[in-house]
């Protein structure tokens, strides 16, 4: 059995979902402690405990310690099934976290996966559902993964009720990556969006955006405004926000989000979203600070040699890279430090369904 101390590095719930997955798709029985040892509240709260819940089903998993609260969690894994699946988070917890502990085990299960999870779309403490749809999920079709998402319904803290449903089918195996080189920004695209609010607020947010990127360079800028009259609103409560990617000639996509809140003018909410992404372009670096953290484990199980530059070396990523490490075996290469731009090597395992390598 795999020990895993969840305060390692940030010492969050991404220690727990990253250590699950990998436990689940090797079928390696898995003892974390100390969850979520660094945060204000410690231990699973309602995100967790659902996202954990949903991963036992998947993986047909013995699990103990699967409590509210609990700091400590024994998670035996068996045979992963396709099938479908619901989750309701019951509260404005991220559905793109669910996703995130279900992906790369969905993507070796059995058959395909269908899940659909009712909380929240665009959350600040998670990536939007439009950043999973227009930038996570294409660079890992590079990689050969088969999956779509979609966001029937948004949600927002404090009421939720957003509603998104994925759509993944089993592979083989992933193939290495190889994105290193930026090359010229083709076009930025992008969706403002806003929700039991005037439709005025999405049109600010976008053009705030648009104009300063044109100023920064980019010609080619489309940046959509979603909004909904008072009458077919569907949503439980107002919020906003706004999500960019650059899609460059060398096959990169970068994103960058920001979200608003009472008080914060929409102007302001789309120039966040603008100057993160201008800054991440100007590294010349391939992958944004926000995907490098995510593509890590997918890396480590690909067939081949896998090299990303990231436009920031965060924590998530560093104490992801460590777990990884320590879980199946791969050692990866890091040039760079914390809060700066890197480059990120990898030897991945081939992992694939029919055949676990021996670091398993």
């Known amino acids: 059995m795999i020990e895993v101390d969840g305060s390692i590095g940030e010492g969050g ?14 079928r390696n029985p898995i003892h974390i402690y100390n969850i979520r040892a660094r945060r204000t509240k410690p231990g699973l709260q309602p995100q967790h405990l659902r996202g954990v819940e949903a991963l036992t089903e998947l993986a047909n998993a013995r699990i103990d310690g699967l409590r509210l609260n609990s700091t400590e969690l024994t998670f035996e894994p068996s045979v992963i099934e396709g099938g479908k699946y619901r989750v309701d988070i019951g509260t404005a917890g991220s559905t793109t976290l669910i996703l995130q502990i279900l992906m790369p085990v969905a993507a070796f299960a059995s058959d395909p996966v269908e899940v659909e999870i009712t909380g929240g779309t665009d959350n600040p403490m998670a990536i939007p559902i439009d950043f999973l749809k227009n930038v996570t999920l294409p660079i890992l079709r590079k990689m050969g993964y088969r999956g779509e998402a979609e966001c029937v319904r948004r949600g927002h803290y404090p009421r939720g009720g957003g509603v998104v449903r994925a759509h993944i089918e089993p592979v083989e195996k992933l193939q290495a990556l190889k994105l290193t080189e930026l090359g010229k920004v083709v076009r930025i695209a992008g969706v403002a969006h806003c929700v039991r609010l005037p439709a ?32 077919r609103d569907p949503h439980l409560g107002p919020g906003a926000g706004i999500v960019l990617w650059a899609e460059t000639e060398r096959g990169a996509i970068l994103g960058a989000s ?21 800054r991440q372009l100007d590294t010349g670096c391939v992958v944004d600070r926000y995907l490098t953290d995510q593509l890590i484990p997918y890396m480590a199980l690909a067939d081949g040699s896998s090299d990303i530059t990231s436009t920031e070396l965060t924590s998530h990523t560093l104490t992801n890279i460590s777990l990884v490490e320590q879980i199946i075996g791969v050692k990866f290469e890091v040039e760079g430090k914390l809060g ?21």
């Not at 719930?13 to 090797?26: D, E, F, I, K, Q």
């Not at 920001?258 to 201008?278: C, F, H, I, T, Y």
Request: aromatic letters at 6%; proline letters at 7%; charged letters at 20%.
């Open 200 to 231: 005025h607020i999405a049109t600010r947010m976008a053009h705030a955006a648009s104009m300063l990127l044109i100023k920064a360079g980019y010609s080619k800028v489309d940046i959509k405004a979603e909004s909904y009259g008072p009458a």
């Open 13 to 26: 719930g991404a220690v727990l979902r990253t250590a699950l997955a990998l436990s689940a798709v090797s």
């Open 340 to 360: 700066g731009p890197g480059k990120i090597h990898v030897e991945g395992l081939g992992f694939s369904r029919h055949f676990q390598p021996p670091n398993f």
């Open 258 to 278: 920001s979200l608003g809140r009472p008080g914060k003018p929409a102007e302001q909410v789309g120039r966040e979203a603008a100057e993160s992404l201008a």
